[in-house]
């Protein structure tokens, strides 16, 4: 009777275990889903450094454009300076932006006019497309000091939150990445760096934005000479930069 006993004893401990590991198993891979499907967003790095590029960035501007690897300068896309943290759709064929209070496209192909998508008054920042599904971007929405990352519908305007923990240094760290400007796809990265000249007898800085490819030195892909440029965004197939330029004239950019 005794062994009986001690046998069921035994056994309930074992599933209790068990059953214990499980539920941390199943706790540990929801808390891991979140990353999973933030890092298949293009330009989010794995392992998430926060610089300070998010805190000189030209706050908005007009949108220039790129091409890596070819002998040219950048090229001006819209002539409007209300334009701010573009990306590339699907197919590189065009840009998403926040121009004014909406979400806008601006083609590559034939040019002509911005088209408003949708009214995102709260939405301050687009982060990247998800490489899984074209019809969602990433989106930072909400007021300073409570960001939520969301993924917002091309088509639909439909949102979905991310559920990242507010507690976390890990989920936070994202957060605060995902507020910068540095962007990593693959093995090639973009960020802003201070450049600073001797202007009229004294001394100016600006930012410029740069691109980096594996051992490759640092190349100057904007080279703005004087103005603010920043929040830059990587083609998927990687051959086009696009950037934003604050206007000449801009004095809190």
């Keep these: 009777m005794m062994k009986a006993t001690t046998r069921a004893k035994c056994i309930c401990v074992l599933v209790v275990v068990a059953t214990w590991s499980t539920a941390i198993g199943a706790q540990e ?12 967003v293009a330009g989010i790095s794995a392992n998430p450094i926060v610089t300070r590029g998010k805190e000189h960035a030209p706050k908005r501007g007009e949108l220039w454009l790129r091409r890596v690897g070819a002998d040219t300068s950048p090229q001006r896309l819209t002539a409007e300076g209300d334009y701010r943290s573009p990306v590339f759709e699907h197919g590189d064929k065009a840009i998403l932006a926040l121009g004014g209070e909406g979400l ?15 009214e995102v008054e709260d939405i301050v920042k687009l982060v990247g497309v998800s490489m899984d599904d074209p019809d969602q971007v990433l989106v930072l929405a909400g007021t300073p000091g409570k960001r939520a990352a969301v993924f917002l519908s091309v088509s639909s305007g439909k949102r979905a939150r991310i559920p990242l923990d507010p507690v976390s240094d890990r989920d936070q760290r994202m957060l605060d990445h995902m507020e910068g400007w540095e962007r990593h796809y693959g093995d090639t990265k973009l960020s802003t760096r201070t450049e600073t000249a001797l202007r009229g007898g004294g001394s100016i800085e600006w930012r410029d934005v ?5 051992d490759q ?6 080279e703005c000479d004087g103005v603010d440029c920043g929040q830059p965004s990587l083609s998927s197939v990687g ?8 206007p000449a004239d801009a004095s809190d950019s």
């Excluded at 808390?31 to 298949?40: A, M």
């Excluded at 806008?104 to 949708?118: D, F, K, N, T, Y």
């Excluded at 051959?239 to 604050?246: G, N, Q, S, T, W």
Aim: glycine share 10%; aromatic share 6%; charged share 25%.
């Design 29 to 40: 891979q929801g808390r891991d889903s979140p990353w999973k499907t933030l890092l298949r």
């Design 104 to 118: 806008v496209r601006i083609s590559l192909e034939g040019g002509g006019p911005a088209v408003v998508l949708a």
């Design 210 to 214: 740069f691109l980096k490819v594996g």
């Design 217 to 222: 030195r640092r190349r100057n892909v904007s």
């Design 239 to 246: 051959d086009l930069v696009v950037f934003v330029k604050a």
